[in-house]
């Protein structure tokens, strides 16, 4: 039974790794919200599976926070933000082009896999898959490549959802993170959804277009005040 | 019962925390009444500076004179960690020194710091002068390294504002930058060699010397050496006192050239009388060190004519005597031959004491000095000593004691050191024996020249007729800004005659001259001429004047100027001052024969500034331009920056283990 849930684990944290992989590389915004919930929805089943094996409760109540808040709520948020927006493509980079970043994913990939057995195998032995670990790393510093090679904010925001789920994930496998932590973060990622739906109107574009924008959205905000005033 | 409380409350302990609290109380009263210029909190706070003074003055001096120890545990951080302070014979002669000084700086204040016109500065002025003699205190009372930098920082960071007080003007800023630059350099070096000794003994205590690892212990005294060395103002470090100690005010200047270099020569020996096990080249290094900021220090105190910057130069000459001293002590004792180096050592340290004393005297007299002509220029000075009689005869003192003369207190130090240099021949090491020489015959041409110059600044300031109007102008200052000098010029006069008194009493058995007996003799001699020279003189009085070249009237212009006297020596030392000349001539022929106009300078180069200074300075510029550049004030690239972080962190963790 043990040996088959580890199988399966294995493949969960395989398609969460072409997950990420997808997220690295697609343009089509709409897209990159679906599949952040579909890797949500992954980790939440890796999760779960661990639950199997391990039977401590929090990785229970885990899969179920994380099912409800990051493959439902935050991509309804995210969606809800979008269909505002003009923009459904990303099409301005910086450092890196997408093409490039698979082949920066597959490297840093293999670099924390290479460093962290290293490292896990002489502090840890007696925890047998590090690959969890490892694919956690990688997708944090793929959500913070995501970060900082996009233009576009909503990618920002997806990416950084991504790095906080290599840490969710991270954490799972490796060093156990205290439940009110990881409640505590996904209570930040949805406030941080929720600001960024609010500024939505100012921010549909990137960053630099967002101080003018603001003014207009303001103007907007208190006309509108001045009208339910009235 | 009661007589035993008694008793119990009067412990030098509980005497000693009293006067800590009765400094910080002083030292929070201005404050308290920050925005309201009143004089009489001004006051109050400066006599609880001066009981205190005398207070502390009385514990330590009890403490140094009975060779008792005192220690006291304020308040505990952590077990290893806690404020906790003790007086042996070392600190109690420091903070003897310090109450000493700080009792005159205080009487000296009072008249002093009403001269400003900005209240709030008024009251900061004086409350920051109660917490920096109070760190100063603390610094060299510390019985554990954590206490002693923490002191050090509050000692540096009062004096930095202390420095700024006219911050207004440009060359303060300057200074003040400057200064606040090279404190915290110093401090960088201090916490290293401090952490470095804790791992080496695993305690903060100031005293431990049980070292598991030897080895390192070079790199600690390295470490010490120069950040004391900053802090001192030895050469090459010594670039921040030139500024620092004119821009501030006289009161602070005479406490941070009297005083605070002194706690880093304190901080030196407690390390290498006390903690480190010395080698003998460290004595060397010292010795060097010692020789070459005596004489440097000196040569560029001749030149100078910035009355206090005279003196700073000239605290970095004293500071290099109180090195040698030491330097001496580390020579001899690793020689063996202890007697030699007890000799240094009591010459180092009664020249530190004896330097403390008459420095601030003369800072506070050249203070007294600016305050009534309004410039720091000598050369504008001249013919106060009818003007400011009091001071000119404290400043007279002052000048008389740091040239070395006998029978005041500058002449025993050096005299002491002198001795020990004169009895090298028993070395072993003829090399050692060609290194003695050669520094004495260095230190020798230091004591000239220091005469030299204060005949110099004594001369231009005071006597003959002013040269301008301020100085035509200048008259004597409020009583209690000679009050304070008056008292240090005594202790000059008392701590030279009675010198091998004080040392017998504290215990040493030192072969110095009886400064008494040839005081008396001295005085007597003088006195028999006088009456000699005024019996078989006829008794006509005939006054006329000097002859001044045809000139018939006679004004400042026909003086001997303070760059004039100089002169000579500027030239022959020409290859140190690095002078350039320049001239420039025009004539109205063709043939260069007719003079139509001339200019022509003469640059003194700043040799370490130019050379050692400037070209680091440059260098971190450099650095900081280009680590500038990484801050674009994109959110991309900081994400970036943390990125590449974390892989390389990765990496590092991979290639580690």
Redesign the interface.
């Given at each position: 039974m043990e040996f088959l849930v580890e199988g399966w684990i294995n493949v969960l944290l395989a398609l969460v790794l072409i997950s990420g992989a997808f997220i690295v590389t697609r343009r089509d915004l709409l897209a990159l919200v679906s599949t952040y919930s579909i890797q949500s929805f992954l980790i939440s089943a890796v999760a779960l599976s661990l639950y199997l094996i391990e039977k401590h409760n929090v990785l229970l109540y885990l899969a179920i926070l994380t099912v409800a808040s990051k493959s439902l709520l935050i991509p309804y948020f995210i969606r809800t933000i979008q269909r505002k927006m003009r923009i459904r493509r990303d099409l301005e980079f910086?450092?890196i082009t997408p093409i490039i970043s698979i082949f920066v994913t597959l490297i840093?990939t293999l670099?924390?896999y290479?460093?962290?057995s290293?490292?896990l195998t002489?502090s840890s032995a007696q925890n047998d898959f590090y690959l969890g670990a490892v694919l956690g790393?990688s997708l944090?510093?793929m959500g913070?490549?995501v970060?900082?090679?996009r233009?576009k904010v909503i990618t920002k925001i997806v990416g950084y959802l991504m790095m906080e789920n290599g840490v969710l994930l991270f954490g799972m496998f490796l060093t156990e993170l205290p439940f009110i932590v990881e409640a505590m973060i996904v209570i930040d990622l949805i406030i941080l959804v929720l600001i960024a739906a609010i500024l939505a109107v100012g921010m549909d574009a990137s960053?630099e277009e967002f101080q003018a924008r603001l003014n207009v959205a303001h103007k907007w905000f208190t006309q509108e005040k001045e009208d339910d005033e009235i | 019962m009661t007589l035993g409380l008694f008793w119990g409350w009067i412990m030098l302990e509980n005497l000693f925390f009293a006067g800590l609290v009765a400094w910080f109380a002083g030292a929070t009263l201005p404050l308290i009444s920050i925005s309201s210029d009143s004089k009489t909190f001004r006051r109050i706070s400066l006599g609880i500076y001066a009981i205190a003074s005398l207070l502390l003055a009385d514990v330590s001096l009890f403490a140094a004179y009975k060779n008792i120890t005192i220690a006291i545990t304020i308040y505990k951080i952590l077990p290893q960690i806690q404020f906790s302070f003790m007086l042996d014979r070392l600190s109690a002669l420091f903070v003897l020194m310090i109450s000493v000084v700080s009792l005159c700086a205080s009487i000296y204040s009072v008249g002093y710091v009403e001269h400003g016109h900005h209240k709030v500065r008024k009251n900061l002025l004086v409350s920051l002068m109660g917490f920096f003699i109070l760190s100063m205190i603390l610094v060299v009372s510390s019985a554990n390294t954590f206490a002693f930098i923490f002191f050090w920082e509050t000692m540096s960071l009062s004096s930095f504002f202390l420095v700024m007080y006219e911050y207004e003007k440009k060359e303060t800023r300057k200074a003040g930058i400057f200064y606040f630059a090279m404190t915290q350099l110093s401090t960088v070096f201090l916490i290293t060699a401090f952490v470095v000794l804790y791992a080496i003994n695993g305690s903060f205590d100031i005293r431990h010397t049980a070292f598991a690892d030897p080895s390192l212990l070079t790199a600690v005294f390295l470490l010490l050496f120069v950040g004391f060395s900053i802090k001192a103002g030895v050469i090459p470090f010594h670039k921040w006192l030139p500024y620092a100690h004119p821009a501030s005010p006289s009161n602070i200047s005479a406490l941070m050239s009297g005083l605070m270099i002194k706690v880093a020569i304190y901080g030196m020996m407690r390390f290498l009388l006390f903690a480190l096990a010395p080698e003998l080249w460290w004595g060397i290094l010292v010795l060097s060190a010692g020789i070459i900021s005596a004489i440097l220090g000196v040569i560029y105190a001749m030149k100078e004519n910035d009355l206090k910057r005279l003196l700073a130069y000239s605290s970095i000459e004293n500071i290099g005597v109180v090195l040698v001293g030491l330097g001496l002590y580390l020579i001899f004792s690793q020689s063996g031959l202890p007697s030699l180096a007890i000799l240094g050592l009591a010459g180092a340290l009664f020249h530190a004491f004896n330097h403390a004393i008459f420095k601030s005297l003369l800072f506070l007299t050249s203070g007294s000095v600016v305050y009534s002509t309004g410039t720091r220029n000598i050369e504008e000075m001249g013919g106060l000593v009818h003007r400011m009689p009091f001071t000119a005869i404290s400043f007279f003192i002052g000048a008389l004691s740091i040239s070395a003369l006998p029978p005041l207190s500058g002449f025993v130090g050096e005299f002491l050191i002198f001795q020990s240099f004169l009895d090298s021949h028993a070395l072993a090491d003829p090399m050692l024996r060609l290194l003695m020489v050669t520094c004495l015959s260095s230190f020798a041409l230091t004591s000239a020249l220091a005469a030299a110059c204060f005949v110099k600044a004594f001369g231009a300031v005071f006597l003959a007729v002013p040269r301008t109007e301020n100085a035509q102008k200048a008259h004597e200052v409020p009583k209690s800004m000679i009050a304070g000098p008056i008292i240090l010029a005594a202790l000059c006069v008392v701590l030279g005659i009675f010198s091998r008194q004080i040392f017998k009493s504290l215990g040493f058995s030192i072969d110095s001259p009886d400064l008494f007996f040839i005081g008396v003799f001295l005085i007597a001699s003088y006195a028999l001429t006088f009456a000699v020279l005024r019996a078989a003189s006829s008794g006509k009085v005939r006054i006329s004047e000097t002859w001044g070249c045809g000139i018939i009237s006679q004004n400042g212009r026909m003086e001997y100027t303070a760059s004039g006297f100089a002169q000579p020596l500027v030239r022959m030392l020409k290859a140190i001052y690095r002078t350039e000349e320049r001239s420039e001539r025009k004539f109205f022929d063709s043939q260069s024969s007719i003079f139509k106009e001339g200019k022509a300078e003469m640059r003194l180069m700043q040799f370490f500034e130019e050379y050692i200074y400037m070209p680091i300075a440059r260098a971190v510029n450099t650095a900081s331009k280009a680590v500038a550049h990484l801050q674009t004030g994109s959110l991309d690239d900081y994400i970036a920056y943390t990125f590449v972080a974390v892989v390389v962190l990765l990496l590092v963790v991979g290639w580690i283990i």
């Open positions: 910086h450092y840093l670099v924390a290479i460093c962290l290293k490292a002489a790393v944090a510093l913070m490549m970060i900082f090679s233009r960053i | -």
